[in-house]
């Protein structure tokens, strides 16, 4: 079994920054992707910013420029660095595990989330 815990949310002022992290533990053989995700009130959950396990990282245009993304392999931990924080941001933010439960063998997992409000 593996668990995915994220902590960091929180009430931030716009302009403002927040950092998330996300840890996964478990039955781990190997973790081939990390990923944010966020869902605000009303709205489909959306990609934020995915890294792969060679280290590559990907953030969409809404946050381009404001967030990074970063691993600790060693660690089994992804980041999120959140800056210049806009009330769009506003959501609960999940973070998603593609693991390599055995060789060649994946499996999904999620975390259960971690709110960001954006005051104005």
């Known amino acids: 079994q593996v668990q995915v815990v994220e902590s960091g949310g929180g009430l931030v002022q716009a302009g403002g920054s927040l950092r998330l992290s996300c840890a996964a533990s478990?039955?781990?053989?190997?973790?081939?992707?990390m990923r944010w995700y966020r869902q605000a009130p009303g709205k489909e959950r959306e990609l934020v910013a995915p890294?792969?396990?060679?280290?590559?990282?990907y953030h969409v245009d809404s946050v381009k420029g404001r967030f990074t993304i970063s691993r600790d392999g060693a660690k089994n931990t992804v980041y999120l660095q959140m800056n210049s924080l806009e009330p769009e941001d506003a959501a609960v933010y999940y973070c998603?595990?593609?693991?390599?439960?055995?060789?060649?063998?994946?499996?999904?997992?999620w975390g259960q989330g971690t709110q960001v409000t954006v005051s104005s």
């Open positions: 998603h595990v593609v693991v390599a439960v055995v060789v060649g063998r994946y499996a999904n997992y």
């Open positions: 890294i792969r396990s060679v280290g590559s990282a």
């Open positions: 478990g039955s781990i053989f190997s973790i081939n992707a």
